[in-house]
């Protein structure tokens, strides 16, 4: 159901949600129909069955209000749209009908508004042209009691498109910035500006003080790409369980011994990239986390070694002491290997292309090669028509092109200089032989032709021994 930009609901394409919905919808019509006796009566946030007038079908529904007539507005939870039925239209809903979660997930758009205080016709009837009846990526950026702030992309072509962009330029909508997507530049990282705890111990501000685990050259792995700064440097969490998960359990309970017994660090300001505690909000537990990115009022953390990432108010973060940085994170660092940009620079179309292709997404890392605790990895996604590269889709796209190692193009080029010298050889061995031919051919009678011959073989060898 869509309303606006605003307010819309979508279901997640999960493997067999829709096929559930459509047996519990089934069930539930062929239980309306019954006609069993009828005790129900309405109240406000009470679920029930509802018919709906639209195709004459029974479908699950949630009590909104209760007009002074008697009858009654419904919304029907699976779909978002709401309805005003009468009394008989509505029954009393066995539990288990209620057993699969409510299907329609409320919506908004992210980082835009509408031009006055009201979405206006032509906006929601674009939007709507938009997205009916596609299948379009979602990435949640913001989530809150009422429902998911996220971002869509259309891939029905072969020219991805957020959609909110679409909008913005055709001035149907304002453009806003969300502040958690607000991030600082990096700064350079001073060797002297560390931070320092209550205990005396130097707290970690160089990114270059952590580290990640390290995988072999050559190996294949399957991992969730948990956040993308650019092609040279993504995060990544492999699905192989750790191996330190004892010691990563212990370490928790370290790590909240020490943050609770430290006095409230009011002067830390985390930089891009740092290394640091962070209070993760579903338990109010302290793990380690790297700072993807802060603002005057929060701190976006990507939690090391378990791949959540939330923004926080500063003051669930405080310092990492050097002795909680082992064992290695259990997160990895990644660039592309093998693809360089056309313009030299990370463009956003290329940036969101790659969210698009990776983000949050279950995809093969193979190991290419790992330079300061950085892997060099190519990239593949499973698709339907078999797996797909990542390097391969951006060159596709004109946004990146394939390079060689310096070792390949030297191989190259020694192979190449080595043909021509071959060539080169052979080329003159042709040009002797031919002046033989040429001399049998115009002195046919001579009688010191053998001795002639001789001589000019003499000189074909000695020059196809020098250059071979």
């Known amino acids: 159901m869509i309303y606006s930009p605003g307010e819309f609901y979508c279901h997640v394409l999960k493997e ?14 062929e239980y309306c129909q019954q006609k069993l006796p009828n005790d129900f009566k309405a109240e406000i946030g009470q679920p029930c ?12 529904a949630l009590v909104k209000e209760i007009s002074p007539h008697g009858n009654v507005k419904v919304q029907f939870v699976d779909y978002g749209n709401i309805e005003e039925v009468i009394a008989d239209e509505l029954q009393m809903i066995p539990s288990k009908f209620l057993k699969l979660p409510f299907q329609g997930l409320h919506c908004w758009l992210v980082d835009i508004q509408p031009r006055n205080k009201h979405w206006t016709k032509d906006a929601i009837a674009r939007f709507q042209t938009c997205v009916s009846g596609k299948k379009l990526q979602a990435r949640v950026v913001e989530i809150s009691e009422n429902g998911v702030g996220i971002e869509l992309t259309d891939l029905s072509s072969s020219y991805p498109r957020i959609i909110s962009d679409i909008l913005i330029d055709e001035h149907l909508v304002l453009k806003v910035s969300s502040p958690c997507k607000v991030l600082v530049k990096n700064r350079p990282v001073n060797k002297h500006d560390l931070q320092t705890d209550a205990s005396g111990l130097q707290a970690i501000s160089s990114t270059e003080q952590w580290r990640t685990v390290e995988l072999p050259v050559n190996k294949t792995v399957h991992a969730s790409v948990l956040e993308i700064i650019s092609p040279n440097l993504f995060y ?32 830390y300001r985390p930089k891009t990239g740092d290394a640091c505690c962070a209070k993760y909000t579903d338990d109010d537990l302290w793990y380690r986390a790297v700072v993807l990115g802060t603002s005057d009022a929060d701190v976006r953390v990507l939690y090391a070694d378990y791949g959540n990432i939330e923004t926080l108010p500063p003051c669930r973060v405080q310092p990492i002491s050097a002795n909680h940085l082992e064992p290695p994170f ?109 001399f049998l051919l115009n002195n046919p009678t001579n009688q010191n032709k053998f001795i002639e011959m001789k001589k000019l073989l003499k000189k074909t060898v000695s020059v196809g021994d020098k250059h071979l």
């Not at 192989?240 to 002067?267: F, G």
């Not at 056309?342 to 949050?360: D, T, V, Y």
């Not at 050889?425 to 040009?431: D, M």
């Open 49 to 60: 069955c509802a018919f709906f007038v639209g195709d004459g079908n029974w479908y699950r």
């Open 330 to 438: 259990q997160i990895i660092k990644c660039s592309l290997e093998g693809i360089i940009e056309l313009n030299g620079s990370c463009s956003q179309l290329l940036l969101e292309l790659l969210k698009n292709f990776m983000l949050n997404q279950n995809v093969m890392l193979s190991v290419k090669g790992v330079t300061k605790n950085v892997h060099a990895v190519s990239v593949e996604k499973c698709s339907e028509n078999g797996t797909v590269s990542i390097a391969d889709k951006l060159v596709t796209y004109g946004l990146a092109k394939h390079i060689t190692s310096k070792k390949q193009s030297a191989s190259q080029k020694e192979k190449t200089n080595r043909m021509n010298c071959c060539c080169t050889a052979l080329q003159k061995q042709v040009e002797k032989h031919e002046q033989i031919l040429l």
């Open 16 to 29: 067999d949600a829709l096929k559930k919905l459509n047996d519990l919808n089934k069930s539930l019509a």
């Open 236 to 267: 990544a969490l492999p699905n192989e369980i750790p191996e330190d998960q004892e010691r990563l359990c212990a370490l928790t309970a370290e790590l909240v011994e020490y943050c609770n017994s430290q006095k409230s660090p009011l002067a």
